[in-house]
T-cell receptor, first 114, second 115 residues
Framework: GENVEQHPSTLSVQEGDSAVIKCTYS??????FPWYKQELGKRPQLIID?????GEKKDQRIAVTLNKTAKHFSLHITETQPEDSAVYFC?????????????FGQGTILTVHP | GAGVSQSPRYKVAKRGQDVALRCDPI?????LFWYQQALGQGPEFLTY????????KSGLPSDRFFAERPEGSVSTLKIQRTQQEDSAVYLC?????????????FGPGTRLTVT
């Protein structure tokens, strides 16, 4: 089955700096890659996603890039703010369908210091 | 509109007890997923429903785990004879049929602690 590896496990940055989180996946049939933000004790919230026919997507301070050949995708957060502090999970949808299950990475604890 | 809701939010069970966790998906969402999230880990897939049909249960860790969605809306995840390793947050997610990306909306989860 699909396997998603996520790095780093923890990331500490100063407010205003950029943060980059990287994920690799194993199943070349995976076609959808969402990123979720999860604050302590809260539900995962989708922050950005990308489909396999797109190389890059941007939404204000957040961007995601996808390299299908290398089977890796990355989350980029610019001008970080303390409220960006949370656990971030990447995921890959397997099965080649629109409603397939998500396989998640292990998570990255991002801390933004004021 | 209302998001995905789950109940109870917290459940403490003695080892060996049976528990039932409920998920109310967003109204009209056809697909429903259950995930298990151990402390400090990412969610792991348990099972998937499309309407009332359970199409994938490959992630259920043992035959003590059972899920149902009899009328294609509310779903219940049942764990029989709970063990300490069952302690985790159980997340439910639903997907709108017409979403081209199949974006999954998560509920707040049920934190199960087995003592």
């Amino acid at each position: 089955g699909e396997n998603v590896e996520q790095h780093p496990s923890t990331l500490s940055v100063q407010e205003g700096d950029s943060a980059v989180i990287k994920c690799t996946y194993s199943d070349s049939a995976s076609n959808y890659f969402p990123w979720y933000k999860q604050e302590l004790g809260k539900r995962p919230q989708l922050i950005i996603d990308i489909r396999s026919n797109v190389g890059e997507k941007k939404d204000q301070r957040i961007a995601v890039t996808l390299n299908k050949t290398a089977k890796h995708f990355s989350l980029h957060i610019t001008e970080t703010q303390p409220e960006d502090s949370a656990v971030y999970f990447c995921a890959a949808r397997t099965g080649g369908t629109s409603y397939g299950k998500l396989t998640f990475g292990q998570g990255t604890i991002l801390t933004v210091h004021p | 509109g209302a998001g995905v809701s789950q109940s109870p939010r917290y459940k403490v069970a003695k080892r060996g007890q049976d528990v039932a966790l409920r998920c109310d998906p967003i109204s009209g969402h056809v697909s429903l997923f259950w995930y298990q999230q151990a402390l400090g880990q990412g969610p792991e897939f348990l099972t998937y429903f499309q309407n009332e049909a359970q199409l994938d249960k490959s992630g259920l860790p043992s035959d003590r785990f059972f899920a149902e969605r009899p009328e294609g809306s509310v779903s219940t995840l049942k764990i029989q004879r709970t063990q300490q390793e069952d302690s985790a947050v159980y997340l439910c997610a639903s997907t709108q049929r017409t979403s081209p990306t199949g974006e999954q909306y998560f509920g707040p989860g049920t934190r199960l602690t087995v003592t």
